[in-house]
């Protein structure tokens, strides 16, 4: 069965400090990956998506960015934080295809102080 | 563009009572549309979904069906139960081009003893 996991659940960091939240997912090839943000008490937005390896499209501008290493590895980062950076982040998987769902990671909660 | 609007929360109920939330969409040719659960702390999972007009999703008691006429996928369960609190999303994604899903602001249901 597919599982994919997503670290580290929680993180702290400072105004200007660099980030790096990482997703991998299993027992599936080629899957479609994606970056959604939910800021507190508001809806999810897509930050980035990626049809396979080295190809990622960005909905958002933003001082973010996402890379593809491997197939079934994801990776956002940030060269320096703000603090509207803060939210949950969360990492999801789906096959390409459809009417076929999205399945998420139990998220990352990165406060910026 | 697509998008999704859902009813704002929170939504109280007690417990056994007949809960509806609405949801309604916006998008060009036959999006599939779902409905996914978070519970607090964690990530979203899905709860049901439909595909094409007329189509009904269940799944541990809740319903919603595709309404293409009224564009709508309004969630609903005859008999809430306090483990049911949580924040539920409706989301599409598109007929063709990128399958990234377009997620509701997300309810929240709180359901007392």
């Known amino acids: 069965s597919q599982t994919i996991h997503q670290w580290p659940a929680t993180l702290v960091q400072p105004v200007g400090s660099p980030l790096s939240l990482e997703c991998t997912v299993e027992?599936?090839?080629?899957?479609?990956l994606y970056w959604y943000r939910q800021a507190a008490g508001r809806g999810l937005q897509l930050l980035f998506y990626?049809?396979?390896?080295?190809?990622i499209s960005s909905e958002v501008p933003q001082n973010l960015s996402a890379s593809r290493p491997q197939d079934r590895q994801f990776i956002l980062s940030s060269k320096k934080l703000l603090l509207s950076d803060s939210g949950f982040y969360l990492c999801?998987?789906?096959?390409?295809?459809?009417?076929?769902?999205?399945?998420f990671g139990n998220g990352t909660r990165l406060t910026v102080t | 563009g697509n998008s999704v609007t859902q009813m704002e929360g929170p939504v109280t109920l007690s417990e056994e009572a007949f809960l509806t939330i609405n949801c309604t969409y916006t998008?060009?040719?036959?999006?599939?549309l779902f409905w996914y659960v978070q519970y607090p702390g964690e990530g979203l999972q899905l709860l049901l979904k439909?595909?094409?007009?007329?189509d009904k999703g269940s799944n541990k008691g809740f319903e919603a069906t595709y309404r293409k006429e009224t564009t709508s996928f309004h969630l609903e369960k005859g008999s809430v139960q306090v483990s049911d609190s949580a924040v539920y999303f409706c989301?599409?994604?598109?007929?063709?081009?990128?399958?990234?899903?377009?997620f509701g602001s997300g309810t929240r249901l709180q359901v007392q003893p």
């Open positions: 999801a998987w789906s096959v390409y295809r459809g009417d076929s769902p999205l399945h």
């Open positions: 027992g599936t090839s080629n899957p479609n």
């Open positions: 990626s049809v396979g390896i080295g190809q």
């Open positions: 998008a060009t040719g036959y999006p599939s």
């Open positions: 439909a595909t094409k007009a007329d």
């Open positions: 989301a599409l994604t598109p007929y063709t081009g990128r399958r990234a899903l377009t």
